[in-house]
């Protein structure tokens, strides 16, 4: 373990270690150079997202000035592949993929799930050499790190900065030197000056750390394992439930045995309330709803919200016309669940706009807000992610949505995915309810979720290859269906999305006839492949058509917004 300093000297000092040869103001980039100057690589601890990726930045461009980054070929075709991980690259997207380019990668859960996954799986090949995280990739990962640098032991909180926890910097140092892959790790603490060091040394290298916490203590998780416990008929006699919470470190933790059983059976009791459980003679047994929220892993509290405005969405989500307002209000509730948190903030600059959109669609909502039961706060967040995942599913583009909202791709992915959970469980709700139309329309809701589209391209996005934005070129050039896409001729689909997606469409409506009828289109699309395929997949910079595209694509859906809006902002939704 090390401590290094900025210190304006020929020489960075790091504490127990032989000194590192400047070549940079930075004494992290100094500390990177010197460790893949004998081959190894590193992972670089920073408080937050923004951080990683500026750590990220500076180094790659110290490594692009050094011109010694290896596997230049690997990590070209790489950077491709993070640009294509989604249809529409963001800004976060295009300056991950210029750092990859020089062997360093920043991640964190602003990226998108297939993103870490790249980096993680060719920083342990050996291709990236670097990678600058938040705290995140610390827990269950176990990397090939010869060296770890926790550049930042403080994160920002509500109430300002404060040091992280010494089991997160032990968790985060134990990076350093894994079993199978070092034999010997070096991790790195990054401190401003002399003044820090003996504290840090106090607290996180000799302090011990704290203590662990059951979360069987907190009342919704310890609901899901009771109605789990119960349901697989682990624990039904009130002696089995006693027993079995007594040897829990809960119940180790708890010391008063009379007040852990308290609040065992009063959620037990909170249970058969919500009709999950039922209870003959002091034997407990789930019933068929109950078992099937347990299987979902939904949290019972969840569930009953939902059970409880069933009926409202038979009446609205069930009937033949579904409004914005409902599909709005719809993610509104979502947005009380604990299975959304954390929510998108509103930030201060957002205030006025979400007063004012509280005070126009409140009245409309399915849980209206409640001062005494509810956080204002918490229910503008609420609002601020409704109308965020409304404009997904109204095809915003995803720059447009980063941008104006100020949240990450990686975000935004990761609250679709949610959704998509929840929008299941109300599928299987209905089900249970023989309520066959409605489940209809959350599965369709789903693919909307999934895809970021209007209703009036579903048929377009089962089609292999057709995405968003190529569903929606589709349905403007007038092929709204598949019935108009088995009738276009090969030129009239390749001229508005290529000869290679054309052909995939062709084959997949027509089947097998389609390659006799059109084998001369086949055989000249094949030849031109032959011909034209890349020896080498290189990133390019976005092109200035591109650009053009993207802002129209922007300008559009701003206007048609806007000019809904004039007709008054219920009618909008």
Sequence with gaps: MHMSTNFSMDEVKVLGSKSITVESKESIINLVLDTLAIEK????????????????????????KKKTVTHQKELSQLSEQILKVMQSPTKQCRRLAKCVEQGIAFHHSGLVSKQRYLIEENFKKGIIKVISSTPTLAAGLNLPAYKVIIKDYKRYSSRGFNDIPVLEFMQMAGRAGRPGHEDIGHSVVHIKDDNELERVIKKYIHGKPEEIYSKLAVEPTLKMYVLSLVSMDIINTEDEIKEFFKNTLYGEQYHDLEGLYYNIFKVLKILKEYQFVRE????????????????????????????SHFDTFVKTLGSKYVSRQHVFNLIQLFSTTMEMKPLFRMGKKEEEHYMQLADDVQEELFVEYDPFEQDLQDFMNGLKTAEIMQDWIEEAPEEYISEKYSITPGELHF?????????????????????????????????????????DVLVLISLKGVGRVRARKLKKAGFGTLSDLRSATFEQLSRVIGDALTISIKKELHGETYEQDFSHELKQVEKFSRSSKPKEIRVREVTEVEVDELVEETQNFEKEKEEAKQKGLLQYF
């Design 415 to 455: 609250k679709k995915e949610v959704i998509d959970w929840l929008l299941y469980c109300l599928e299987e709700f209905s089900q249970l309810r023989k309520q066959f139309y409605l489940k209809n329309y959350f599965n369709k809701l789903r693919q909307r979720f999934k895809s970021g589209i209007k209703d």
């Design 280 to 307: 003959d003679d002091n034997y407990y047994v789930a019933t068929t709803l109950g078992k099937k929220v347990s299987e979902l892993y939904l949290n019972p509290d969840t569930a009953h919200l939902f059970l």
């Design 41 to 64: 690589q590193l992972l670089i601890f920073n408080n937050s997202k923004n951080s990683s990726e500026a750590t990220a930045e500076k180094i790659a461009m110290a490594l692009k």
